[in-house]
């Protein structure tokens, strides 16, 4: 084999639509929700994360399964956990914890599957230049000569605009596709570039305004929350800044509270994956906010921040 491990994947960008038809064809593929791998197949096998730390003694059943597949290849996939019919990003998190006899528990309780969308090498032969559709070609090829079953799976792929749009219908979003991956047909495999482009599935939901960062009447951006069965508010997201209209607007309405609230002397992170705390203000918790997110939640709380649309008059926080 000629890649080792680290190898940088190739990267998207996000974008807000559907790109317009152009001169050269596209290929659109579902953005599974779970974690970006390059998976090395053969006699030394090695699960490697985006980041290029080595995910193996986590997934011990993957990491079994790329050595038992019989042919020296370079998989670029995305790493998911099954459970209840739908992709569990919360899941897959917990198992990237566990080592030893734990990760093999794990594995069999809740075992990972493989999302495969491109090949960079197989057989000794670096596909990194041939255009994507034939790279593709290489990778059904394999899963057809290899019979692939479970933990491998073909990520579905289209060139028909109609059909992907179909794919960002937020019904799949509530079963783990946050979205689409449009990319060049004939584009080689740039590895560290932002040569892909990412769609995610967004909707609207409602959202108590529980607080602020900045001043509360200069708000920067907003903390979210709901209520939960037994009437506390618990906190599900935050926004991403706020414009200046909306700022203005809100300033004007928004009430500071006191140790009266149930966030007064709580921490939470300031972002996701770290520990340092956010410095936010808590507000009088009557406001209702209509917002815009994509798929991506985990027990309730929206991964990615939401956008603010507008204040709901007509609902109260009891209808949220």
């Not at 060139?159 to 937020?170: Q, S």
Request: aromatic share 6%; charged share 25%.
């Amino acid at each position: 084999m000629h890649l080792s491990p680290p190898v940088e994947p190739m990267l998207a960008r996000s974008v807000t639509a559907l790109p317009s038809p152009g001169a050269r064809p596209v290929l659109f593929e579902q953005k599974a929700d779970g974690f970006r791998v390059l998976v090395f197949t053969g006699p030394k096998p090695y699960l490697q994360s985006r980041r290029g730390a080595d995910l193996g003694p986590a997934f011990p059943e993957i990491v079994r399964a790329a050595a038992a597949l019989g042919v020296e290849a370079v998989v670029d996939a995305e790493l998911v956990v099954l459970h209840d019919n739908r992709l569990d990003f919360t899941a897959l998190q917990h198992r990237a914890r566990f080592r030893g006899a734990r990760a093999e528990r794990a594995g069999r309780e809740q075992p990972a599957h493989l999302i495969t969308f491109d090949v960079l090498e197989v057989t000794g032969t670096v596909l990194m230049d041939q255009p994507l559709h034939q790279r593709r070609g290489e990778l059904e090829n394999l899963f057809a000569s290899l019979a692939l079953a479970a933990p491998w799976a073909l990520c579905p792929q289209t060139a028909d605009a109609a059909t992907a749009r179909t794919w960002l219908d937020p019904a799949w979003g509530a079963a783990g596709v946050e979205g689409l991956m449009i990319k060049d047909s004939g584009s080689r495999y740039r590895p560290g570039e932002r040569g892909w482009l990412k769609l995610r599935t967004r909707t609207t939901a409602e959202a108590i305004i529980g607080a602020v960062t900045g001043a509360v009447h200069a708000p920067r951006s907003l903390l979210f929350g709901r209520l939960d069965p037994a009437g506390r508010l618990r906190l599900i997201g935050r926004s991403t800044p706020l414009s200046r209209p909306a700022a203005t607007e809100l300033g004007a309405v928004l009430r500071p509270a006191g140790p009266e609230h149930p966030w007064y002397g709580r921490r939470f992170p300031a972002g996701w994956g770290t520990t340092e705390p956010l410095v936010f203000h808590p507000v009088v918790p009557d406001l209702v906010a209509e917002i815009d997110a994509d798929t991506a939640v985990d027990l309730g709380t929206f991964r990615h921040p939401v956008r603010y649309l507008r204040l709901r008059d007509d609902m109260t926080p009891g209808d949220v």
